[in-house]
Each structure stands twice: as C-alpha cells, then as structure tokens.
C-alpha cells in the first residue's frame, strides 16, 4: 500500500507546483513508473497521469530541447498509450476532447 501511495503524491506535486524547472523532474518521475504501477494498479495510473497530459498538452507542440517540459509529457504520453492503446485517447476525449488531435499526432509521430 506504501509503495502507490508515495507514486499519488508525487503525481499530485506536479499538480501544485509551479517551478518551471521542477515540473520536468517531477514528470520524468512519474514516468519511470507509468509501466510498474500500470501492472498491478491501472486505474489508479489513469485517473492520475491522463490529466496531467491532458493539462500540459500545449507542451507537446513546444519540444525544442531535452530540458523542455513537453519532451517530458510527450514521453509520459508514449508510454500510457503502451500501457493503455486507444483508451488513453478515448479518456483524453472524455475529459477535453479538444486536445485529442495534438496528443495523437504527437503519439503518431513518436510511437
């Protein structure tokens, strides 16, 4: 129970902070779990990481640079869409249908 419980909070940081610099940090760790947690909790992976894309997803248009923060939400959103396929663009659609057409062209010329 520990183990998830550390991962929510630090998927709700990225949510409360403001820093430019750590949100990368704090997007590059979420997504080194993403695959381990998808296994033994896919819920939870979805209701916490499929907002954030969908919040930072102006970012993906704008990945000039390794330390830019939409090379770390365009990685975070490969590998749900190897987690999850399609049903990441389905839940992406349920809660901004408006941002659909960005995450899969990002996804279709990254994956």
């Given at each position: 129970?520990?183990?998830?419980?550390?991962?929510?909070?630090?998927?709700?940081?990225?949510?409360?902070?403001?820093n430019p610099r750590i949100k990368p940090i704090i997007l590059d760790k979420i997504s080194d779990m993403v695959r381990q947690v998808?296994?033994?909790?896919?819920?939870?992976?979805?209701?916490?990481?499929?907002?954030?894309?969908?919040?930072?997803?102006?970012?993906?248009?704008?990945?000039?640079?390794?330390?830019?923060?939409?090379?770390?939400?365009?990685?975070?959103?490969?590998?749900?869409?190897?987690?999850?396929?399609?049903?990441?663009?389905?839940?992406?659609?349920?809660?901004?249908?408006?941002?659909?057409?960005?995450?899969?062209?990002?996804?279709?010329?990254?994956?």
């Amino acid at each position: 129970k520990q183990w998830y419980q550390r991962r929510v909070a630090i998927t709700a940081g990225i949510k409360s902070q403001n820093n430019p610099r750590i949100k990368p940090i704090i997007l590059d760790k979420i997504s080194d779990m993403v695959r381990q947690v998808h296994e033994v909790r896919p819920k939870l992976v979805e209701q916490m990481t499929v907002p954030i894309i969908v919040e930072h997803s102006e970012c993906l248009v704008q990945t000039n640079g390794a330390n830019n923060l939409g090379s770390y939400v365009g990685r975070l959103a490969c590998l749900l869409y190897q987690c999850m396929g399609n049903k990441l663009l389905t839940e992406i659609n349920r809660i901004k249908p408006a941002t659909v057409g960005t995450i899969r062209e990002y996804l279709v010329a990254n994956t």
